[in-house]
Structure formats: structure tokens, C-alpha cells
């Protein structure tokens, strides 16, 4: 399935194919206080709409994900890493995401704080 999604404002737009059968709460730091629920995909599966120049970056501990924000607005709508396997990935905030309905989306509770 494809899903558009957006920051608040619109200046980053995205396209994502995938199965969205469920989402992850963590609890670190960033994510605890971003309120995202992720939903994780190969990179190849999400499409930017917008150039990457309008994104702005931000990483912190291990600096291994790049935490993908609109600098307008500031919603974090992805973020981009690797998985333990060394797959790029990309966890999608579905609550960036267009018409669905996030109370259906079965969610994982991660305990990203003690990592």
C-alpha cells in the first residue's frame, strides 16, 4: 500500500509503500518527548517530494540515526539509520502520515532508554 505524508507546514512531503501492520513507542530521550509512533521500512520504500536541501538533521548519543525534521515547522516526520543487519531503513511517524486511522495501528512499546 502507498501512504503521502507530510510535516505540519507541507514543506516536507514524502511517499511510502509498504504494510503498515504495526508501530513503536520507544521510550528514549528524543522519542519519548517527539510523541512518534514508528513505523519501520527499507529506505528504498520511502520517497521524497521534497528536495533534501528543505530537511534539516539531528543525531545525538551514538549518532547512528539521522532524526529527519522540518526546519519550518520542527515535526519530525522519519528518521534514517541501519537495522543490526545492516539494512537502511527508514522509521516513518505515521502520525505524519495522511488517513490513517492511528488508534487501528497495533503498538510496540520499545525500551530504547536503557540501550
Sequence with gaps: MNYSGSCHC???KF??????????ACN???CERKGALMWFVPRDKLSLQTPEQDLASYTFNKHVIQHRFCPNCGIHPYGEGTDPQGNTMAAVNIRCLENV?????????????SR
Design 101 to 113: 486511522d492511528i488508534a487501528a495501528v497495533p503498538v510496540q512499546q520499545f525500551d530504547g532508554r
Design 15 to 24: 511517499e511510502v509503500e509498504g504494510e503498515l501492520n504495526g508501530a513503536m
Design 28 to 30: 528514549c530521550s528524543i
Design 10 to 12: 507541507g514543506n516536507v
